[in-house]
């Protein structure tokens, strides 16, 4: 009987131990899915950071999914003020992250300086000097062509930045093309606008 006692006491710990380890791998097995599904957390688009200023409701810092668009950046900013002139922005132009989103106002021709021009050439009551200038953010290859050191490759470089960077906020942004330099800009200053 002892023997017996002993085989049975053994058998139980076998049993035991085999019920503990399946208990075990069922709770290790619960607490490793959340973990999976943590990993399928990270595949959603990552959030960019886009900095939105000028016309808009509410300007500031916003966060996007990757993917927005400009268009998303202003909505996200309470949409444009009425004094927006959303003609000069690409609405539909994706935005990266850190990138700043200036929005324009409309500038009647009463409000600008002397010798500048906020329009694009086309606007009633424009001088004949300012009429005769080339709108940087609309102008296409061949009117870029025509400008003093600005040849097709140029021209190309021109609109694919705008088209990348969004439109050019002053008449000095077009520096930032690679190939126009001080020297190249202060030959066509005077027959470009934005």
Known sequence: MPMYRKSMLVLLVLVLAVI????????????????????????????????????VNKPGVVSLVEGARIADAVNACGGLLPTADAEKINMAQPVKDGAQIRVPEKQSMSALPAGKSGTDGKTAGSTAGQRDRVNINTADEKTLDSLPGIGPAMAKRIIEYRETQGAFQSIEDLQNVKGIGKAKFEKMKDKICI
């Open 20 to 55: 503990g380890g399946m208990v075990y791998g069922y709770e290790t097995k619960d607490a490793v899915e959340p973990l999976a599904a943590g990993t399928a957390e990270q595949g959603e688009p990552a959030r960019l950071a886009i900095y939105v200023t000028g016309a």
